[in-house]
């Protein structure tokens, strides 16, 4: 088996662009824009960072409404946020849950979280971020 | 010419190592920002070719490179209005995948393509048109 001992992949020809060869070979990709750029869980009723990437800090603004700051820019605004929100491990819910997000900047992210139609606060939020960095 | 480096690990000086197989297979194979009020845009994405807009709060998303299979994994998320702070839940929009916007019929996604359906949380089976929906792909490419 061969292995690369190395602090840091930048491309040869562009810095920012290393291409992998997909499971199939039939198709290359940019390996940075696959990378998930930040993510996140949190325990929100009593606010903690469980564990995170490139999350500097949390803001508890509210009940049910949490502003993420970002580690690291985004290019534009329009990056890709996907999430899910749980309860402790051991109970479970029956109702819809999900989150929106209602203000987002290049380096910050504000979302309420709902259950069945309210504003709620959850055990497990976790949030992912895609796109493109500065 | 580029580099080129064929490797099965790499290992970083102090966070450990790590098989390449996890850095190619845990990557997104897709993503997508996409406007889906009016004629469907596409803000920013990864590896997708198009978004089809099949009526109301009903899109599929076509991929550039297929998958190897159609057990992908795909998550997703919606926001409101940049800088508008929501005054009342009533106008979320529940993203589910591989429905049709009759949900909660199913619609076998394919390795070129599946199906986003947004609803309202309030109203489950009435499907609604939102300004920013986004969704991962995350499995492995032909």
């Not at chain 1, 996907?82 to 402790?88: P, W, Y």
């Not at chain 2, 997508?32 to 009903?58: E, H, K, M």
């Amino acid at each position: 088996m061969s292995e690369i001992k190395v602090d840091t992949l930048t491309g040869k020809t562009t810095a920012g662009n290393i291409t992998v060869t997909s499971e199939g070979g039939a198709a290359t990709m940019q390996l940075q824009q696959t990378l998930v750029k930040s993510w996140i869980t949190i325990e929100q009723v009593a606010p903690t960072v469980l564990d995170s990437l490139a999350i500097t800090s949390i803001v508890d603004n509210s009940t049910g409404d949490m502003e993420l700051n970002l580690t690291n820019n985004f290019t534009n605004d329009d990056y890709v946020v996907t999430g899910a929100l749980g309860n402790d491990n051991g109970s479970k819910s029956t109702s819809p849950t999900y989150f929106r997000g209602h203000t987002w900047q290049t380096n910050a992210y504000k979302f309420m979280s709902f259950y069945s139609g309210g504003v709620a606060e959850w055990n497990n939020t976790s949030l992912q971020f895609v796109g493109d960095l500065a | 010419m580029a580099g080129k480096l064929i490797a099965d690990q790499i290992e970083h000086s102090t966070a450990g190592s790590l098989d390449t197989q996890y850095v190619v297979q845990g990557s997104a194979k897709a993503w997508v920002n996409f406007n889906g009020i009016g004629t469907v845009a596409v803000r920013d994405s990864l590896n997708a070719s198009s978004i089809q807009d099949n009526g109301t709060g009903y899109y599929s998303l076509n991929f550039l490179s297929s998958t190897a299979n159609i057990n992908y994994s795909v998550s997703g998320g919606t926001n409101g209005t940049n800088n508008s702070f929501p005054t009342g839940a009533s106008t979320s929009g529940d993203i589910r995948f591989h429905t049709s916007n009759a949900s909660p019929y199913k619609v076998q996604p394919t390795t070129s393509a599946f199906t986003i359906t947004v609803s309202q949380d309030l109203n489950m089976g009435v499907p609604m048109d939102i300004e920013w929906a986004s969704a991962n792909i995350h499995g492995e490419l032909a």
